[in-house]
């Protein structure tokens, strides 16, 4: 979980590891430039145009890993891949990470609060308030996916209005939404619960299956732990529930069948 000092400072663009790489970087970088300039001398094919210099790069992992983005990502695209619904949507997900993902092998329609300019044959975007009232999509599509998305329904994050009963709203829009024995592929924070305002709650999941309650089966759950690490088809039994696997800042993703 994100250091809550180091966030408030990101809101602002310093970034204290950033910064410090970059200091460490300064060194290496003319050391290597001043070489590779001197073994280059004779080579009229590429010469040395401008100098743009990425000092922190040397000491960066090959990929940052993004917290629970990856994992579920992939876990549900390969679903829907495997499912092939006839026709899938999307709420509130990540477009750089699992809207793409599908759009490289299927269609998909995006729902968003906020506006996207997006040029791609695979996708559709539409602009929706998932907590409104008004909300027209009923009986939409058999196939929705809500990923790391509904816990900042109704905080006021991303222009929408602010409501303590937000994600509530939304869920019961997206049960609406959706086709008797549709698909529901849902993915959000879990541990204790709580707000950590105005970034997100965070669910339990006694809490999240008394909702779920009545309206949907259970296909399958896995988790991301707080080590970032995937356990798939979990056991939801009573000590797990009752733990949230041990999670603190855990993502629990749900397939579920509407009843």
């Known amino acids: ?22 200091l460490k970087g300064i060194i290496p970088f003319f050391r290597n430039y001043f070489n590779f300039r001197k073994k280059n001398r004779k080579n009229h094919d590429f010469p040395i145009s401008i100098l743009l210099p990425n000092f922190h790069d040397r000491y960066s992992p090959a990929a940052e890993i993004p917290l629970h983005y990856f994992h579920q990502d992939i876990l549900v695209a390969q679903k829907i891949f495997k499912s092939n619904p006839q026709k899938h949507v999307d709420i509130g997900s990540r477009i750089d990470g699992f809207v793409s993902i599908l759009a490289s092998f299927r269609d998909v329609e995006v729902l968003d609060i906020r506006p996207l300019e997006l040029n791609n044959p695979n996708i559709k975007f539409v602009q929706a308030d998932l907590m409104s009232s008004n909300f027209s999509f009923l009986n939409y599509s058999g ?21 303590p009963e937000g994600h509530l709203k939304g869920l019961d829009n997206i049960y609406r939404m959706l086709q008797p024995a549709g698909k529901f592929y849902f993915s ?63 993502c629990g993703i749900f397939e579920l069948i509407k009843k």
Do not use: W
């Not at 809550?4 to 809101?11: A, G, K, M, S, W």
């Not at 305002?197 to 707080?226: P, Q, W």
């Open 1 to 22: 979980m994100l250091n809550p000092y180091h966030h408030i400072l990101q809101q602002f663009g310093f970034f204290p590891k950033l910064l410090l790489n970059s």
């Open 143 to 163: 196939s929705i996916s809500c990923l790391h998305a509904a816990e900042h329904f109704g905080l006021g994050r991303y222009g929408d209005n602010v409501d």
């Open 188 to 250: 959000t924070i879990i541990g204790p619960q709580r707000i950590e305002y105005d970034a997100h709650r965070v669910f339990s999941i006694g809490y999240l299956l008394k909702i779920f309650s009545g309206k949907y089966s259970i296909e399958s759950f896995s988790y991301v732990n707080d080590k970032n690490e995937l356990f798939k088809d979990a056991v939801l039994n009573e000590v797990n529930i009752n733990t949230n696997f041990g999670c603190n800042y855990g």
